[in-house]
Nanobody, 114 residues
């Protein structure tokens, strides 16, 4: 299983950014996908998940600002991030499971600066 995340970078407070994660080695349309993030010195936290039937779930701090979506034809999961805040600064990781084993992308840094 390989997960290739991209789209991170420097963005101003209040701005937007879209992260992408391309998956291989799984039957993508059947897998739930997730985005996590790790801020400096903290544990990795769940940001959003999307199931195979497009049910979504978000951590409270991003509800109304972030949207997770998927394109099964492209084996890609997205995280649209709007109204970004300094506290969203983190390394973002995509995640999935196969046979009960967690797999992680390499992480993509998002830095929100005023």
């Amino acid at each position: 299983v390989q997960l290739q995340a991209s789209g991170g970078g420097l963005v101003q407070t209040g701005g937007s950014r879209r992260l992408s994660c391309v998956a291989s080695g799984i039957v993508f349309r059947l897998n739930s996908m997730g985005w996590y993030r790790r801020t400096s010195g903290n544990e990795r936290e769940l940001v959003a998940t999307i199931t195979s039937d497009d049910s979504t779930n978000y951590v409270d701090s991003v509800k109304g600002r972030f949207t997770i979506s998927r394109d099964n034809a492209k084996n890609t999961v997205y995280l649209q991030m709007n109204s970004l805040k300094s506290e969203d600064t983190a390394v973002y990781y995509c995640n999935t499971k196969k046979y009960g084993v967690n797999y992680w992308g390499q992480g993509t840094q998002v830095t929100v600066s005023s």
